[in-house]
C-alpha cells in the first residue's frame, strides 16, 4: 500500500509570510492527490485536488504543486494568517483501485501573529 | 457544516464492551468510508460502503463490522472493546465509489473513550 510522509515537527511561521508544506510518498505514482485542513477535533476539510498531468493548481492563497518524478506533493498558503493554523494532510488512492483514500500523519502549522 | 452526520459525539464505556456509531451521509452521496484516529495518530481507513455494499477495507480488527443500509446511512460496530480503541472515529461520503478522483466529506466524529 501507499506509504505517505509528511513532516511530522510542527510548521511555525510569522503571518504574511508563505507557508510550504511537503508530502513524499513511495510506491506507486497516483493520478490524483488531495490536501485536507483539520483543525482540533474536527474532521478533516477538503482543500484541493490535483491530477498528476496538472503539475500546479491554485485557489485563492492556496497554491498545490505535483511532482511525480519526485514522488512529492508541495502545498503553499501565502500571505498566512493565524487563521490558517490547523493540521494540513494530503491524501492519495491506493493503488488497489482508488477506492481507498489513504492519509498521511499530517503537519501542524501554526502562523504567529 | 459539511452534511454528514455522526451520532454520538461522544461516548465512554468500559472494556469488553459492545457500541455503535451511526453515519449519516450527505444527500446523494452513495459512499460512506470509516476512518479511525488516535491520539497523535493518522488517519486509518477501516472500510468503504457503495449503495449498500462493502467496497474496500482496510485494517479494520475482526472485533469491528460495520453495514450500509438502504436509506444510506451506516453503522460502525465496535465489540469487545479494548483500551486501544479509544479513538477518534470519523465517517466521511462521498458521491462516487472512487475515492481518490473526489473530495470526501467528513463528519465531526465520534470520540470514543474505553475505560
Known amino acids: 500500500s501507499q506509504k505517505i510522509e509528511q513532516n511530522s515537527e510542527a510548521l511555525n511561521i510569522q503571518e504574511g509570510k508563505t507557508a510550504t508544506l511537503t508530502c513524499n510518498y513511495t510506491?506507486?505514482?497516483?493520478?490524483?492527490l488531495q490536501w485536507y485542513r483539520q483543525d482540533p477535533g474536527r474532521g478533516p476539510v477538503f482543500l484541493l485536488l490535483?491530477?498528476?498531468?496538472?503539475k500546479e493548481k491554485r485557489k485563492e492563497r492556496l497554491k498545490v504543486t505535483f511532482d511525480t518524478t519526485l514522488k512529492q506533493s508541495l502545498f503553499h498558503i501565502t500571505a498566512s494568517q493565524p487563521a490558517d493554523s490547523a493540521t494540513y494532510l494530503c491524501?492519495?488512492?491506493?493503488?488497489?483501485?482508488?477506492?481507498?483514500?489513504?492519509f498521511g500523519t499530517g503537519t501542524k502549522l501554526q502562523v504567529i501573529p | 457544516d459539511s452534511g454528514v452526520t455522526q451520532t454520538p459525539k461522544h461516548l465512554i464505556t468500559a472494556t469488553g464492551q459492545r457500541v455503535t456509531l451511526r453515519c449519516s451521509p450527505r444527500?446523494?452521496?452513495?459512499?460512506v468510508y470509516w476512518y479511525q484516529q488516535s491520539l497523535d495518530q493518522g488517519l486509518q481507513f477501516l472500510i468503504q460502503?457503495?449503495?449498500?455494499?462493502?467496497?474496500a477495507k482496510g485494517n479494520i480488527l475482526e472485533r469491528f463490522s460495520a453495514q450500509q443500509f438502504p436509506d444510506l446511512h451506516s453503522e460502525l460496530n465496535l465489540s469487545s472493546l479494548e483500551l486501544g480503541d479509544s479513538a477518534l472515529y470519523f465517517c466521511?461520503?462521498?458521491?462516487?465509489?472512487?475515492?481518490?478522483?473526489?473530495?470526501?466529506?467528513f463528519g465531526e466524529g465520534s470520540r470514543l473513550t474505553v475505560l
Open positions: 510506491n506507486y505514482s497516483p493520478a490524483y
Open positions: 490535483i491530477r498528476e498531468n496538472e
Open positions: 444527500s446523494g452521496d452513495l459512499s
Open positions: 491524501a492519495l488512492p491506493d493503488s488497489g483501485g482508488y477506492q481507498k483514500v489513504t
Open positions: 466521511a461520503s462521498s458521491v462516487t465509489v472512487i475515492a481518490g478522483v473526489g473530495e470526501l466529506f
Open positions: 460502503y457503495y449503495n449498500g455494499e462493502e467496497r
